[in-house]
């Protein structure tokens, strides 16, 4: 016996009835369509991206060892370059953290 014949020796099923619609015709008038003039408001520009760009020439030594990495990996080595990035990333965002937040309103 499976659950749902188990249920529904517990609870019976009902069905429902037809029910015939009623539609009743409607003389339509014509509706005059009122176009609102939509405001469009331009985006500001997210400063981040020139924000990041600015710091990360400042974090510059850490970019070279992050770059220096990258090259030694494409070239066959089996080493990873997380650790310079989280460098890199890290000293990156320190100087932008409060550029950014200044910049916000």
């Given amino acids: 016996m499976g659950l ?5 020796s517990l609870m019976p099923t009902v069905y429902a009835e037809e029910v015939e619609e009623v539609v009743e015709e409607v003389e339509a008038e014509p509706v005059e369509v009122v176009e609102e003039e939509e405001e469009e408001e331009e985006e500001p520009e997210d400063p ?3 924000i ?11 970019k070279k060892h992050l770059d220096e990495c ?3 990996v ?3 080595s089996h080493e990873n370059c997380i650790e310079e990035f989280f460098h890199f990333m890290h000293c990156a965002d320190e100087c932008a953290a409060p550029k950014i ?3 916000t309103k």
């Fill in 70 to 72: 990258n090259e030694r």
């Fill in 48 to 50: 981040k991206e020139a």
């Fill in 52 to 62: 990041m760009e600015e710091c990360a020439q400042e974090c510059s030594s850490l």
């Fill in 4 to 8: 749902s014949d188990f249920l529904s």
């Fill in 101 to 103: 937040f200044a910049a």
């Fill in 74 to 76: 494409e070239n066959g």
